[in-house]
């Protein structure tokens, strides 16, 4: 026959190794055997296994040309892959119920709904018409009762060649001293690798030796660490412990007791799935409750300070492994199972086709069903006064052509709804132009953005900021979310999984090759009764203001010199910069208000920290006579000269020179305003005056009046 296995990774895993054992064999009775996989694969990345390099690799591309007998999907993405090869059979290989690798929900994990959904696609899996092939009584079980399918049963063999008690150890073991060894990668959360190392550690094992997946050279507690060992050196390692503790929440039927057991050693397990395959507790290993981390403790040091029960437990595990057969036995029971699926009805790629179609057709419908259900519970709890869960993220993405299909180049930032937040990002310049894209929420509601900027951290120079309703304009908004409405140019309805703003492209003239960006956004999301709030003009974070302080040498200034500090609307407060010099001279410039409204000064001054001297203070009207004013920012009436009319952006005030003799470089300045901006309608209130009616009245109604009909105020 033609046998094709379908591989989800041809690294180090005890599920590529089992499927390595069989294949291989296979190919050793005169079965053609190739292994299939997305990408190409390097003879170093399946290296580790002795007999892979027998076996033909074929990319999914390349297999398409082929005609295959039978053609196996192993890994659950796998399935979905029979429909574009052409094989009078398929079978899919189950060496777990992989649906339980996915990590239990995280409402403050960005990837938790998708998470959600890929352990839906991949329990769909199962339920594919095709026949089965498992190596584990309990998932045969499991099919039966949850997919109506009844499975072959080949259990797994062992290398009987390699895994022998006799033989060469990394260190022969000593009597008196207790080594454990831990096994599995130490990233991934169901093999609980992490606690069996503090628990083995709790225990007083003298030695803690970890066998592992993972690239890694040392980890905490640790005596030893081997790495990404080839399989036909594992067996030294195995001889030189007295038990493997594994203590994984999930398993097929796990290999690395069974292996101990025939290098004479023995296990503590919990009771994971496959345990019971060949493993009796007090027999030849121990057998302890998830998570019972006391107990674990208990039994380790029971055979630590009881080296006779050791050593019958280890008696017990060597008759286990005396009976068990090996992998020539078992891949004579697979190779039974795939005459048997051969002589049996072909597959329909049609059916495939339509499976395929039907199983993803029902993923946006979940997607669009998760994220109402999160936004009517959100909703029901706002209205009702009951506490609502925030959780929400932003991602920041980045891509040199535009595409964003590359997961690796993106980021995520965590953050709670209702309040205002900001989210920082860095990346190094690896290629040019750059485009980059911006997803500001994870759910259905409000996002009102503040700024967003972008600054070359290497050249200390921002090279795109949008702070204004105007520069907000400059975002292109696609997919999920738009707009609110034209007005408001700052307010965003996000109705998706998927929003998306793109920012204009980072060329050559912003950034070179490895510089550092920095992308800073500052937002709130909310509830749709947030409408209500805005509608209003009842919320008490938009009595924000903002000033911004720009410097330079020859007066020419840009957003690369510039700081910016926000302050509370409607009540005097004092906002101050601290300006280390870089250069002399030095002109200042102060945008003392982004919105419409009246501004109060009551001070301003410039004062040389460095020197203890103060530079220019301005206190008394005239004194403000001094400033220049530009822009949309000027005075409300001649004879008051510490009260000015901002008509938005752009309110600038730009202050006298200093000269060379007043600073150095390297002075430190502080630039302290004391002021009150408010509405016109706050400042009547403050003075106390109505401008409510168009009659006659006091030079403050008209000053106010003229002021309100400048800011485009007619209602006033």
Request: with cysteine.
């Amino acid at each position: 026959m033609k046998i094709g296995f379908l591989l989800g990774s041809p690294g180090i895993s005890g599920g590529s190794y089992v499927i390595y054992e069989h294949a291989s064999r296979l190919k050793r009775k005169g079965h053609q055997v190739a292994v299939i996989t997305r990408q190409e694969v390097q003879p170093e990345e399946h290296a580790w296994h002795d007999s892979a390099c027998e076996l033909d690799w074929l990319t999914i591309r390349q297999a398409r040309n082929e005609c295959f007998d039978v053609v196996l999907a192993t890994w659950w993405e796998t399935p979905f892959f029979l429909r574009k090869l052409r094989a009078k059979h398929c079978a899919y290989f189950v060496q777990s119920i992989e649906s339980r690798f996915f990590e239990p929900p995280d409402p403050q994990h960005p990837l938790s709904l998708k998470r959600t959904l890929w352990r839906g696609l991949c329990e769909q899996t199962y339920s594919c018409a095709v026949p089965m092939i498992t190596e584990a009584a309990w998932i045969q079980e499991y099919l039966q009762r949850h997919h109506n399918s009844w499975p072959y049963l080949v259990r797994n063999g062992i290398r009987k060649d390699i895994y022998a008690a006799d033989g060469p150890a990394v260190a022969p073991r000593q009597p008196g001293r207790f080594r454990v060894l831990v096994e599995g990668p130490v990233e991934v959360f169901f093999k609980n690798v992490p606690a069996a190392v503090r628990l083995a550690k709790a225990a007083g094992a003298d030695e803690i030796w970890l066998l592992t997946s993972s690239a890694i050279q040392s980890w905490p507690d640790v005596d030893r660490v081997f790495s990404r060992v080839p399989i036909h050196e594992t067996p030294a390692v195995y001889r030189s412990c007295d038990l493997v503790l594994k203590l994984s929440y999930v398993e097929g039927m796990f290999g690395p007791p069974l292996e101990m057991f025939h290098c004479g050693g023995t296990a503590l397990v919990y009771d994971v799935t496959g345990h019971d395959e060949y493993i009796v507790h007090d027999q030849n290993a121990y057998v302890v409750k998830r998570d019972d981390e006391a107990e674990v403790v208990r039994l380790l040091r029971h055979l630590k300070d009881n080296p006779q029960d050791l050593k019958r437990l280890k008696q017990g595990a060597a008759e286990t492994a005396a009976a068990w057969p090996d992998w020539d036995a078992c891949a004579v029971q697979f190779e039974q199972a795939l005459l048997q699926i051969a002589a049996g009805r072909p597959v329909s790629r049609g059916y495939l086709q339509e499976w395929t179609r039907e199983v993803f057709r029902r993923r946006k419908p979940f997607v669009r069903a998760a994220l109402q259900k999160q936004f009517a519970e959100r909703e029901q709890a706002d209205w009702t006064g009951a506490v609502a869960e925030h959780n929400n993220f932003v991602r920041f993405s980045w891509s040199g052509d535009g595409t964003f299909t590359d997961h690796q180049q993106s980021q995520w930032r965590h953050y709670q709804s209702g309040a205002w937040r900001e989210c920082v990002f860095t990346i190094r310049v690896e290629e040019l132009p750059l485009w980059l894209r911006l997803d500001p929420s994870s759910r259905i509601g409000i996002t009102e953005l503040d700024c967003v900027t972008v600054r070359n951290v290497s050249q200390d120079r921002e090279i795109m900021a949008f702070r204004e309703q105007e520069e907000l304009q400059q975002l292109f908004l696609a997919k999920d979310l738009k707009w609110l409405c034209p007005e408001l140019r700052n307010i965003i309805f996000t109705y998706g999984e998927d929003p998306m703003i793109l920012l204009p492209t980072v060329k050559e003239g912003d950034a070179q090759l490895g510089d550092l960006l920095e992308i800073f956004i500052r937002l709130r999301e909310d509830g749709m009764q947030r409408l209500n709030i805005l509608a209003s003009g009842a919320d008490e974070a938009d009595r924000n203001n903002a000033m911004l302080l720009y410097w330079d040498s020859q007066g020419q200034f840009s957003r690369g010199k510039s700081k910016n500090h926000r302050y509370p609307r409607g009540e005097q407060t004092a906002v101050s910069f601290a300006l280390p010099v870089a250069e002399t001279p030095l002109w200042l410039r102060l945008d003392l208000s982004r919105r419409h409204g009246f501004i109060e000064i009551a001070s301003l001054v410039v004062r040389n920290v460095t020197q203890n001297a103060d530079i220019m203070t301005f206190r008394q009207p005239d004194d403000f006579q001094r400033l220049f004013l530009t822009g949309s920012l000027t005075w409300l009436a001649p004879e008051q000269r510490n009260i000015l009319l901002s008509g938005g952006p752009n309110a600038i005030c730009v202050l006298p020179k200093i000269e060379q003799e007043q600073i150095a470089p390297g002075d430190m300045l502080n630039i302290t305003v004391t002021l009150r901006e408010s509405s016109p309608q706050h400042f009547a209130a403050q003075h106390h005056v109505s401008i409510a009616k168009h009659g006659g009245g006091p030079a403050w109604k008209k000053l106010l009046r003229s002021g309100a009909r400048r800011l485009g105020l007619t209602n006033i």
